[in-house]
């Protein structure tokens, strides 16, 4: 028998297994596809705090640097000149493969390219090929389906509304490398937003998400979407499709030896469908308290559930701000007024969301550090 089980093998399920083993446990890892999907199912943006935060910093990995994000709103547009922090666009595919690779040369054992079939509690994983697998901890990071917890009668559904439906392109065309874009609404992503985030001069990822339950043509949207950002010249080079959680988070994260990070616990922000950072965080938190329980320092995985409250409850604000949105004219008034106000907080003093954003993530790293 494993002491740890993780099903997912994505950011949160590879963080959950790394920090486990660190710890000195033994881990299995079971991710349904044999490498990360290339490319990588995702905008790719992240902040340079947390990719320095995580480590990802010192990955050999292909990075793009973004100092401006320009936003649109209906009629009107933003621009925001970042010139403490900056945002990244990755790889987030060699960062995967990277992380994998760390698990395993830790001692992780990787079952890649298997499908979980069932799962037998207490401790029984069932897999495609018919073997069977036993973890006295169980962490489910197999994204928006939730594999685990929707097995053990947790409250994984989901409806209509509480579905982002993405679509996105890698687009070879021109680009501005260090200029990220974002358009909300209509005409390209109806209660959504589309987005534009440049790998380099001449890639970028051109996507957009919108509420589920819409009548849309997703990929008209995007390919009208495209033409306009690009002038009308360009090629595409690949294009998927994906849905993420843009429901409330759930309220517990711990059921017996079970416990849940990332998109399976709903941890993404409802208003803008971001969710690497707490993936990042809530799968390294539950690899540490799990090895932490099993080594018998703490009596219960209840401290994973303490730690991770905070974001709980804020995730819950954003989640209740989207519910107010009812119509286009809503929309439109609830985006433009949260821009307007970062738009001039950004010009006044640069450095004072860029600054909250850094005190976020230091007090993260303290939780993390704290039970290490």
């Not at 710890?23 to 044999?34: D, F, T, W």
Request: proline fraction near 3%; aromatic fraction near 8%; include cysteine.
């Amino acid at each position: 028998m494993f002491d740890v089980v993780v099903i997912g093998g994505n950011l949160a399920g590879s963080s959950a297994a790394i920090n486990a083993s660190n710890k000195g446990v033994n881990v299995a890892l079971v991710e349904r596809n044999k490498e990360p999907f290339y490319p990588a199912h995702c905008g790719e943006g992240i902040d340079d705090v947390t990719s320095e935060m995580f480590g990802l910093d010192k990955i050999d990995f292909t990075k793009n640097r973004i100092s401006n994000i320009i936003v649109n709103i209906a009629s009107k547009e933003y621009t925001f000149e970042l010139k403490k922090q900056g945002a990244l666009v990755f790889d987030r595919n060699r960062v995967e493969n990277e992380l994998l690779k760390r698990a395993e040369n830790q001692g992780v054992e990787l079952f890649l390219g298997i499908n979980m079939r069932d799962f037998k509690p207490p401790h029984e994983i069932v897999l495609d090929n018919k073997k069977i697998i036993k973890g006295r901890i169980i962490i489910d990071a197999s994204g928006i389906s939730c594999q685990v917890g929707r097995r053990i009668g947790m409250d994984t559904k989901l409806r209509k509304e509480d579905i982002g439906v993405c679509i996105q392109s890698r687009v070879q065309s021109d680009f501005t490398a260090n200029t990220m874009r974002l358009w909300f609404h209509k005409p390209y992503a109806p209660l959504g937003y589309a987005w534009l985030f440049p790998l380099n001069e001449k890639m970028a990822n051109i996507g957009l998400g919108v509420i589920g339950g819409q009548k849309l043509d997703h990929s008209k949207l995007l390919e009208n979407y495209i033409k306009d950002m690009t002038g009308g010249k360009y090629k595409i080079i690949s294009t998927f499709k994906a849905c993420v959680p843009l429901a409330s988070p759930m309220n517990r994260l711990i059921k017996d030896n079970v416990m849940i990070t990332g998109d399976a616990a709903r941890l993404s922000n409802s208003t803008a469908g971001s969710g690497i950072r707490n993936a990042l965080f809530s799968g390294s938190l539950a690899g540490i308290i799990a090895a932490k329980y099993i080594q018998g320092e703490i009596p219960s995985l209840e401290p994973y559930q303490e730690a991770m409250q905070s974001k709980i409850s804020m995730l819950r604000k954003f989640y209740v701000r989207k519910r107010k949105i009812e119509s286009d004219t809503k929309f439109v008034r609830a985006y433009r007024r949260a821009y307007t106000r970062l738009y001039f907080v950004n010009k006044l003093a640069p450095n004072l969301i860029q600054g909250h954003i850094v005190k976020v993530l230091e007090k993260d790293k303290y939780i993390l550090e704290s039970y290490k």
